[in-house]
């Protein structure tokens, strides 16, 4: 319904930005590529070879993951910068330079936090994870209820314990069990501290036991966000503690007490994005730009799978890195009347605190970046299939937008794009999770080129080899044939009037 009469508006829009130009723009001659019928001459230096060099070099082990707010997001981003001057692309960071510098706020257990159970001393976050950073003092008896079903609890008092249960049930709502699991943690240690509970103990069934393995770790880093962002605030709250599967036989154990002393650090230190612009050469159009968008960082090195605990993030961004390079040199072989900007956000994965920086405090006026192309997971899956995020409302923000990069595909790689991933009720929230967000909720028309999940997906498996280059160079076609498009029009895309995203 919103859908329809939002379309009734745009045309009606549509229709007034073709009649009345804005001012400033009137005398200007019409745009080059009037369709996106032509791509500029830069489709041709756009190379597969180039790609695959960029990514192999970026998702090396010798950049140990990149992670956000480490030397080696750093060192790769200054490799980054090295590439970006190499294409001929002028800064357009901070004081002339490719870099704009931020802080992330990261809170996490100092290192002498300490958590026993009975006889055992725990080590926080090795072998206990501690779910929530937070100064607490608990020293209490501990009551195993089971899985803590009504009949199990209504036979304890839970006043003034530590609540031992096991994990159970499985998503009935189509979520991943990850997803529910993380849930179920918050929700139900919530409803137990609600019932008097002082500390809560979960202990993994076998299903849980398989995430524990693999996503225990973000435990020890903490948590991450901008200086004064809610969720790094220093709390002081019940524990919540996660136990293993194997420690079922001793945590069930009656008679035991819990003791926990938890103290919480929190401290800022630098991550950085990378701006580069190429200059429009239209007197009037080259003040606003088409912002090519992408992040550097991974998830650095962690949990090993298989001997290797590297997370090279080849897919997951090597792929948007390698392509915003091979952009750059398309632009340098041609320029477009609007000017280009890139840039490579980083700390995506530790919260898109980069694009949230950047769309804050953006180094060119914030009413002069006239659509966002953001390219983010690209080189995986069917050769013949994509999906354009934000191209499905509440998600549309731009249908004016959308239909210029549909046409591109058209006109270019013609890729399958599949419907699903846009979706509001699709259980990844696949939208949410990159860096075009923070811009469309700014308004500005924004879109996410990307080739969706897969099963390395933040594991050591996304590496170099596992890239489909022919298809990673389609990708970037699409991206290319969309951003010339809109770079060379006159009226800068329509906004979906009404656009409000469902959370
Ligand atoms: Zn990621």
Redesign the pocket.
């Known amino acids: 319904m919103n859908h329809f009469r939002h379309t009734t508006l745009r045309l009606l829009l549509a229709g007034l930005a073709l009649t009345a130009p804005l001012a400033g723009h009137a005398q200007q001659k019409p745009a080059k590529a009037t369709k996106t019928s032509k791509a500029g001459s830069g489709l041709a230096v756009i190379k597969e070879a180039d790609l695959k060099r960029d990514l192999f070099a970026l998702a090396d082990d010798k950049y140990r993951g990149r992670e956000g707010g480490t030397l080696d997001e750093l060192r790769a981003s200054a490799w980054l910068a090295e590439q970006i001057r190499a294409t001929g692309m002028e800064p357009a960071g901070d004081d002339g330079t490719y870099f704009q510098w931020f802080n992330l706020q990261r809170t996490r257990l100092t290192k002498t936090s300490t958590l026993r159970i009975g006889t055992r001393q725990l080590r926080p976050n090795h072998d206990a994870m501690v779910v929530a950073p937070t100064n607490a003092s608990v020293n209490a008896p501990l009551v195993f209820v089971g899985l803590a079903t009504p009949a199990e609890l209504a036979k304890v008092d839970l006043k003034g314990k530590a609540v031992a249960l096991q994990v159970s049930g499985a998503p009935t709502d189509g979520i991943s069990y990850r997803r529910y699991l993380f849930g179920k943690l918050r929700d139900q240690a919530a409803e137990l501290f609600k019932a008097g509970a002082v500390a809560v103990v979960f202990v993994s069934d076998d299903k849980a036991q398989a995430i524990y393995d693999h996503w225990s770790h973000i435990y020890e880093r903490g948590r991450y966000g901008l200086p004064g962002d809610a969720n790094t605030a220093v709390v002081n709250q019940p524990p919540v503690v996660w136990l293993p599967a194997e420690a079922l036989s001793w945590a069930k154990q009656a008679g035991q007490q819990f003791s926990a002393e938890l103290k919480v650090e929190s401290f800022a230190y630098p991550s950085v994005n990378i701006v580069a612009k190429m200059p429009g050469t239209d007197v009037q159009l080259k003040n606003e730009y088409v912002l090519f968008s992408t ?1 550097q960082d ?2 650095g090195a962690r949990a090993p799978v298989a001997g290797d605990s590297i997370y090279n ?1 080849a897919d ?2 090597a792929t948007g890195c390698a392509a915003l390079l091979a952009l750059m040199r398309a632009y340098k072989q041609e320029p477009a009347r609007r000017s280009a900007l890139f840039v490579f956000h980083g700390a ?2 530790r919260g898109l605190l980069g694009s949230r920086y950047f769309s804050d405090k953006p180094t060119v006026p914030k009413e002069s970046i006239v659509a966002v192309l953001n390219a ?2 690209m080189g995986r899956n069917a050769a013949d299939s994509a999906a354009l995020l934000g191209s499905t409302p509440p998600h549309l923000n731009s249908s004016d937008l959308v239909k210029t990069a549909l046409a591109a595909n058209q006109e270019g790689p013609k890729f399958k794009l599949d419907t699903e991933w846009d979706k509001a009720t699709h259980p990844e929230g696949w939208y949410f ?2 860096d075009h967000l923070p811009y469309a909720r700014l308004g500005i028309p924004a879109i996410m080129y990307t080739s969706l999940l897969h099963a390395d ?2 594991t050591p498996k996304d590496e170099a080899s596992r890239i489909d280059y022919g298809k990673l160079l389609r990708m970037t076609q699409w991206m290319y044939r969309t951003g010339w498009a809109v770079s060379n029009r006159t009226a800068p895309p329509a906004r979906e009037p009404g656009f409000k995203l469902e959370r």
């Open positions: 992040h991974h998830d993030g997951d961004n995506e994965e983010e997971m999770r990159s997906y933040h």
